[in-house]
């Protein structure tokens, strides 16, 4: 729904879009500011989500504003940041990047995130592989 370089009444809009043609919920970009997330509650019925990147994220005035889930995507450290809310707030939901591997998708798990996405390979990588094979097989 924006909240970086899309924000303000133009977020908003777009969310009261959203849940009016059936969404769960919405996410909102790391800059957006509190004061949005606030006004953005006041008029939505749906979970808004919010994605953090950083540690340094102050989590307790995210909550404050109205946030319902944490959508942490901090790259080789999103375990750490997912470990970290866990300690602060057992209980809250969280979704989290898996990274690339099983090996950092079972970190941010054991870290302590309820839901992991994955970034499924490119059609590129995945065609690379069978042109792979069809060479092989000439």
Do not use: C, W
Not at 56 to 82: L, M, P, Q
Not at 113 to 128: H, K, Q, R, W
Request: charged share 20%.
């Amino acid at each position: 729904m924006g909240g970086g370089i899309t924000s303000g009444q133009r977020s908003i809009d777009i969310a009261i879009n959203a849940e009016l043609n059936g969404a769960y919920g919405v996410v909102m970009n790391a800059p957006t500011p509190n004061s949005l997330i606030s006004e953005m509650k006041s008029r939505l019925d749906i979970p808004i989500v919010i994605t953090v990147v950083s540690e340094k994220e102050d989590f307790e005035s995210r909550i404050e504003a109205g946030v319902s889930i944490f959508n942490v995507s901090g790259g080789a450290n999103t375990a750490n940041i997912v470990r970290n809310i866990r300690k602060m707030h057992p209980d809250f939901p969280i979704i989290a990047t898996g990274g690339p591997t099983p090996e950092s998708i079972l970190r941010t798990i054991e870290a302590g995130a309820n839901l992991i996405t994955y970034t499924p390979p490119t059609t590129g990588e995945l065609f690379s592989a069978i042109m792979d094979n069809y060479r092989g097989e000439l």
